[in-house]
Protein backbone atom coordinates (compact mmCIF):
# COMPACT_ATOMS: atom_id res chain seq x y z
CA UNK A 1 0.00 0.00 0.00
CA UNK A 2 1.52 3.25 -0.72
CA UNK A 3 1.96 6.22 1.84
CA UNK A 4 -0.80 8.76 3.15
CA UNK A 5 0.83 12.08 1.96
CA UNK A 6 0.75 14.86 3.38
CA UNK A 7 -2.43 16.83 1.51
CA UNK A 8 -3.39 20.38 3.61
CA UNK A 9 0.39 21.34 4.35
CA UNK A 10 1.62 24.67 3.05
CA UNK A 11 -2.25 25.79 4.01
CA UNK A 12 -2.97 24.75 7.40
CA UNK A 13 0.77 24.13 8.63
CA UNK A 14 3.78 24.80 6.92
CA UNK A 15 4.96 22.30 4.35
CA UNK A 16 8.79 22.46 5.29
CA UNK A 17 10.70 21.19 7.98
CA UNK A 18 12.47 24.03 9.14
CA UNK A 19 9.33 26.05 8.86
CA UNK A 20 7.66 23.88 11.29
CA UNK A 21 10.32 23.78 13.74
CA UNK A 22 9.78 27.68 13.78
CA UNK A 23 6.08 27.58 13.92
CA UNK A 24 5.93 25.20 17.10
CA UNK A 25 8.89 27.75 18.93
CA UNK A 26 6.46 30.51 18.28
CA UNK A 27 3.59 28.57 20.30
CA UNK A 28 5.70 29.67 23.04
CA UNK A 29 7.30 27.29 26.34
CA UNK A 30 5.56 24.55 27.38
CA UNK A 31 2.95 24.82 29.80
CA UNK A 32 4.15 21.57 32.08
CA UNK A 33 5.41 24.33 34.94
CA UNK A 34 2.39 26.20 34.80
CA UNK A 35 -0.06 23.67 34.92
CA UNK A 36 -0.19 20.57 37.32
CA UNK A 37 -2.20 17.71 35.88
CA UNK A 38 -3.85 15.69 38.76
CA UNK A 39 -3.59 12.71 35.92
CA UNK A 40 -1.08 11.05 33.50
CA UNK A 41 -3.18 12.16 29.95
CA UNK A 42 -4.49 9.14 27.76
CA UNK A 43 -5.89 11.12 25.44
CA UNK A 44 -6.42 14.78 23.86
CA UNK A 45 -9.06 16.80 22.36
CA UNK A 46 -7.32 18.80 20.27
CA UNK A 47 -8.58 21.18 17.21
CA UNK A 48 -8.10 21.05 13.40
CA UNK A 49 -7.89 24.17 12.02
CA UNK A 50 -5.10 26.42 10.40
CA UNK A 51 -2.39 26.62 13.31
CA UNK A 52 -2.38 30.71 12.97
CA UNK A 53 -5.88 30.15 14.48
CA UNK A 54 -5.78 27.16 16.54
CA UNK A 55 -2.34 26.50 16.39
CA UNK A 56 -1.49 27.78 20.41
CA UNK A 57 -4.62 25.86 22.00
CA UNK A 58 -3.79 22.46 20.41
CA UNK A 59 -0.05 23.10 21.55
CA UNK A 60 -0.81 23.79 25.19
CA UNK A 61 -2.40 20.50 25.54
CA UNK A 62 0.25 18.57 23.75
CA UNK A 63 3.01 19.99 25.31
CA UNK A 64 1.33 18.65 28.95
CA UNK A 65 1.95 14.94 27.71
CA UNK A 66 4.51 12.38 28.79
CA UNK A 67 5.10 10.14 25.53
CA UNK A 68 7.87 7.94 27.56
CA UNK A 69 5.58 5.07 27.97
CA UNK A 70 3.68 5.67 24.24
CA UNK A 71 4.32 3.60 21.22
CA UNK A 72 1.29 3.72 19.18
CA UNK A 73 -1.24 7.49 18.62
CA UNK A 74 -4.65 6.53 17.32
CA UNK A 75 -5.73 9.74 15.77
CA UNK A 76 -9.51 10.09 15.13
CA UNK A 77 -11.40 12.65 13.42
CA UNK A 78 -14.75 13.66 11.35
CA UNK A 79 -14.76 13.66 7.18
CA UNK A 80 -15.21 17.14 5.26
CA UNK A 81 -14.36 16.07 2.04
CA UNK A 82 -16.27 12.49 1.11
CA UNK A 83 -19.40 10.97 2.42
CA UNK A 84 -18.68 8.00 4.16
CA UNK A 85 -20.85 5.40 5.88
CA UNK A 86 -19.33 4.33 8.97
CA UNK A 87 -15.12 4.88 9.63
CA UNK A 88 -12.67 4.46 7.61
CA UNK A 89 -8.86 2.81 8.97
CA UNK A 90 -5.69 3.90 6.82
CA UNK A 91 -4.09 1.05 5.99
CA UNK A 92 -1.37 2.95 4.38
CA UNK A 93 2.61 1.67 5.23
CA UNK A 94 3.88 5.19 5.95
CA UNK A 95 2.66 8.73 6.90
CA UNK A 96 4.38 11.36 5.58
CA UNK A 97 5.02 15.17 7.53
CA UNK A 98 6.96 17.66 7.56
CA UNK A 99 10.07 16.44 9.37
CA UNK A 100 9.64 12.33 9.12
CA UNK A 101 7.58 9.38 7.82
CA UNK A 102 5.61 7.38 10.55
CA UNK A 103 5.09 4.22 10.40
CA UNK A 104 1.56 3.05 10.26
CA UNK A 105 0.60 0.14 12.37
CA UNK A 106 -0.83 -1.85 9.22
CA UNK A 107 -1.26 -5.19 11.84
CA UNK A 108 -3.28 -2.90 14.61
CA UNK A 109 -5.20 -1.10 12.42
CA UNK A 110 -6.34 -4.37 10.42
CA UNK A 111 -7.27 -5.80 13.53
CA UNK A 112 -9.81 -3.02 14.48
CA UNK A 113 -11.25 -3.62 10.85
CA UNK A 114 -11.90 -6.91 11.69
CA UNK A 115 -12.63 -6.62 15.67
CA UNK A 116 -15.01 -3.51 14.61
CA UNK A 117 -17.74 -3.70 12.25
CA UNK A 118 -18.49 -0.12 11.44
CA UNK A 119 -15.40 -0.16 10.38
CA UNK A 120 -13.42 0.08 6.54
CA UNK A 121 -10.71 1.04 4.68
CA UNK A 122 -11.50 3.61 2.35
CA UNK A 123 -8.24 5.38 0.80
CA UNK A 124 -10.48 8.39 -0.23
CA UNK A 125 -11.02 9.00 3.13
CA UNK A 126 -7.69 9.52 3.85
CA UNK A 127 -6.99 13.14 2.75
CA UNK A 128 -8.34 14.89 5.82
CA UNK A 129 -7.47 17.75 7.74
CA UNK A 130 -8.56 17.07 10.59
CA UNK A 131 -6.65 13.86 11.44
CA UNK A 132 -3.62 15.30 9.83
CA UNK A 133 -2.95 18.51 11.51
CA UNK A 134 -2.68 16.29 14.66
CA UNK A 135 0.66 14.73 13.37
CA UNK A 136 2.90 17.64 13.10
CA UNK A 137 2.41 17.79 17.08
CA UNK A 138 2.53 14.55 17.30
CA UNK A 139 6.29 14.26 15.30
CA UNK A 140 7.18 17.15 18.10
CA UNK A 141 5.98 15.96 21.01
CA UNK A 142 6.26 12.24 21.19
CA UNK A 143 9.45 9.92 20.82
CA UNK A 144 9.20 7.11 17.87
CA UNK A 145 5.42 5.99 17.86
CA UNK A 146 3.41 4.27 15.14
CA UNK A 147 0.35 5.55 13.73
CA UNK A 148 -3.46 4.77 13.10
CA UNK A 149 -5.42 7.02 11.34
CA UNK A 150 -9.06 6.70 11.75
CA UNK A 151 -11.62 8.99 9.76
CA UNK A 152 -15.28 8.91 10.45
CA UNK A 153 -17.94 9.97 8.98
CA UNK A 154 -21.93 8.72 9.30
CA UNK A 155 -21.96 7.02 12.16
CA UNK A 156 -23.23 7.10 15.58
CA UNK A 157 -20.75 7.73 18.89
CA UNK A 158 -21.98 4.52 20.40
CA UNK A 159 -20.16 2.71 17.01
CA UNK A 160 -17.33 4.12 18.30
CA UNK A 161 -17.34 3.64 22.11
CA UNK A 162 -16.07 -0.09 21.63
CA UNK A 163 -12.94 0.66 19.69
CA UNK A 164 -12.31 3.79 22.25
CA UNK A 165 -12.24 1.82 25.16
CA UNK A 166 -10.29 -1.13 23.61
CA UNK A 167 -7.36 1.38 22.95
CA UNK A 168 -7.91 3.24 26.28
CA UNK A 169 -6.72 -0.43 27.68
CA UNK A 170 -3.75 -0.50 26.59
CA UNK A 171 -1.35 1.68 28.44
CA UNK A 172 1.21 1.87 25.54
CA UNK A 173 -1.41 3.80 23.17
CA UNK A 174 -2.72 7.20 23.22
CA UNK A 175 -5.81 8.81 21.66
CA UNK A 176 -6.33 12.23 19.97
CA UNK A 177 -9.92 13.22 19.22
CA UNK A 178 -10.32 16.02 16.69
CA UNK A 179 -12.95 18.59 17.06
CA UNK A 180 -13.49 22.36 16.37
CA UNK A 181 -16.55 24.01 17.90
CA UNK A 182 -18.48 26.60 16.54
CA UNK A 183 -18.61 28.15 13.55
CA UNK A 184 -19.01 31.67 12.14
CA UNK A 185 -21.21 33.04 14.60
CA UNK A 186 -20.60 36.59 16.20
CA UNK A 187 -17.70 36.31 18.73
CA UNK A 188 -20.44 36.82 22.06
CA UNK A 189 -23.17 34.31 20.39
CA UNK A 190 -19.67 31.67 19.61
CA UNK A 191 -18.92 32.33 23.36
CA UNK A 192 -22.06 30.91 25.00
CA UNK A 193 -22.27 27.93 22.57
CA UNK A 194 -18.58 27.01 23.23
CA UNK A 195 -19.20 27.27 26.96
CA UNK A 196 -21.41 24.74 26.79
CA UNK A 197 -18.85 22.76 25.14
CA UNK A 198 -16.17 23.39 27.19
CA UNK A 199 -18.42 22.94 30.68
CA UNK A 200 -19.61 19.64 29.40
CA UNK A 201 -16.23 18.29 28.64
CA UNK A 202 -14.93 19.21 32.34
CA UNK A 203 -18.15 17.42 33.77
CA UNK A 204 -17.63 14.17 31.43
CA UNK A 205 -21.47 14.62 30.44
CA UNK A 206 -22.24 13.60 27.29
CA UNK A 207 -25.97 14.97 27.99
CA UNK A 208 -24.70 17.84 28.71
CA UNK A 209 -23.16 18.12 25.27
CA UNK A 210 -26.46 18.20 23.78
CA UNK A 211 -27.77 21.42 25.09
CA UNK A 212 -26.05 23.61 22.10
CA UNK A 213 -23.05 22.63 22.02
CA UNK A 214 -21.73 22.81 18.14
CA UNK A 215 -18.61 20.34 17.35
CA UNK A 216 -17.80 19.01 13.71
CA UNK A 217 -15.86 15.96 15.68
CA UNK A 218 -18.98 15.55 18.41
CA UNK A 219 -19.50 11.96 17.41
CA UNK A 220 -15.55 11.19 18.38
CA UNK A 221 -15.90 13.20 21.43
CA UNK A 222 -18.76 11.79 22.67
CA UNK A 223 -17.43 8.54 21.94
CA UNK A 224 -14.34 9.05 23.80
CA UNK A 225 -15.86 10.72 26.76
CA UNK A 226 -18.22 7.84 27.31
CA UNK A 227 -15.35 5.25 26.99
CA UNK A 228 -13.23 7.64 29.51
CA UNK A 229 -16.03 7.62 32.21
CA UNK A 230 -16.55 3.95 32.38
CA UNK A 231 -12.88 3.98 32.90
CA UNK A 232 -12.80 5.60 35.76
CA UNK A 233 -10.92 8.74 33.63
CA UNK A 234 -10.63 12.37 34.69
CA UNK A 235 -10.78 15.71 32.37
CA UNK A 236 -9.12 18.68 31.84
CA UNK A 237 -9.71 21.45 29.80
CA UNK A 238 -6.59 23.25 28.82
CA UNK A 239 -7.58 26.03 26.67
CA UNK A 240 -10.13 27.72 24.66
CA UNK A 241 -10.21 30.91 22.18
CA UNK A 242 -11.82 31.61 18.96
CA UNK A 243 -10.44 32.65 15.73
CA UNK A 244 -10.81 36.26 17.02
CA UNK A 245 -7.49 35.98 19.00
CA UNK A 246 -5.90 35.89 15.47
CA UNK A 247 -7.81 38.03 13.12
CA UNK A 248 -9.78 40.53 15.36
CA UNK A 249 -12.75 40.11 13.26
CA UNK A 250 -15.50 39.21 15.60
CA UNK A 251 -18.31 38.88 13.14
CA UNK A 252 -17.64 35.30 12.15
CA UNK A 253 -15.85 33.21 14.40
CA UNK A 254 -14.59 29.52 14.85
CA UNK A 255 -14.12 28.00 18.40
CA UNK A 256 -11.42 25.96 19.84
CA UNK A 257 -10.71 24.42 22.45
CA UNK A 258 -7.93 21.51 23.83
CA UNK A 259 -8.98 19.05 26.75
CA UNK A 260 -6.57 15.84 28.13
CA UNK A 261 -8.04 12.69 29.79
CA UNK A 262 -6.34 10.36 31.85
Given at each position: MNNREMSVAGSFYPAQCREMKRYMDSFGHSLKNRVKLEFTPRAIISPHAGYIYSGFTANAAYSLIDPAAIKRVIIIGPSHRVYLKGASVALHKNYRSPCKEFRIDQAYSQSLIERHDALCFEPSAHMEHSTETQVPFVEHYFNDVELVEIVYGDIRFKDLVPLIADVLEEEESFVIISTDLSHFYGLKEANVLDSICVKAVEQMSI????????????????????????????????????????????????????????
Open positions: ENLDLGCEACGMTGVKALIHAAKKAGLQSRVIDYRTSYDASLDASRVVGYMSALLG
